[in-house]
């Protein structure tokens, strides 16, 4: 299954901007993202999705370093409209902590990405998320970790269905009635998802597909846990 590139999807019809100066000379219409800062550091995408209520999301994506979440964020939109709304949310508040909201280019969101990754080719300017090549030392931090039956997917087509999870996973023994595809409140799925295998030792061979692909985007894998899972299914149904 491919998946249109959401990330070139702006008209600009939809975002009000004309894309032809006065010289007649075309101006492609700017990367409708935004940056965040001083989320808490217990935030999830969905946090983020509900702080941009009534916007419509096209990606989030949380930034670490050193492994643990930084604070910041980028969210991409489906338009330069949505981001004029998004920027009037400035300074309100998650919790307990007022996040800032301001304006970014598209190269800065485009490193964020790469330096989590690790992987250069992400630049190209059709930005097709292809697989990046092989990391023997993020692969063994997470194979050190303590694994359960549970893994959670991040990265996933927002299109993607559980039929697209189990042909992805076809080698392995995944119990396909306990696959659970996040969604945000408004019914939309959030690129997350959490799969259930036979047993933790199964789990942990599934990672072996950490950083392949789904139609054009490449999917990442984490080990977690029941009540993880539990509590991204739960809030999916509020």
């Not at 299954?1 to 070139?8: A, G, H, L, V, W």
């Not at 969210?75 to 409209?81: K, R």
């Not at 990046?132 to 359960?148: A, G, N, V």
């Amino acid at each position: 299954m491919m998946e249109s590139n959401p990330y070139f999807a702006v008209s600009s019809s939809a975002s009000g901007f004309q894309p032809y100066s006065y010289g007649g000379v075309y101006q492609p219409p700017p990367f409708p993202v935004v940056r965040l800062r001083g989320l808490p550091f217990n935030c999830t995408d969905i946090d983020v999705f509900k702080f941009f209520a009534g916007l419509d999301i096209v990606d989030v994506f949380l930034v670490n370093k050193n492994g643990r979440f930084s604070g910041e964020a980028f969210v991409v939109f489906a338009g330069s409209v949505q981001v004029d709304f998004a920027l009037r949310r400035d300074r309100q508040n998650m919790g307990r902590r007022y996040v800032e909201v301001f304006r970014c280019k598209r190269q800065d969101y485009y490193n964020a990405v790469a330096a989590e990754v690790n992987y250069e080719g992400i630049y190209d300017t059709d930005y097709h998320r292809s697989p990046p090549p092989s990391r023997p030392k993020r692969f063994s931090d997470k194979d050190q970790m303590e694994y359960t039956e549970i893994l959670k997917m991040r990265g996933l087509p927002f299109s993607v269905t559980k039929s697209d999870i189990t042909e992805f996973f076809a080698e392995f023994k995944l119990i396909e009635e306990r696959i659970h595809i996040a969604c945000r409140p408004d019914g939309k799925a959030t690129g997350e998802a959490f799969v259930e295998f036979s047993s933790a030792e199964e789990a942990k061979k599934a990672m072996s597909k950490d950083k392949m692909t789904i139609g054009s985007r490449y999917v990442e894998l984490f080990p977690s846990t029941p009540g993880e899972a539990r509590r991204a299914e739960s809030m999916s149904r509020q």
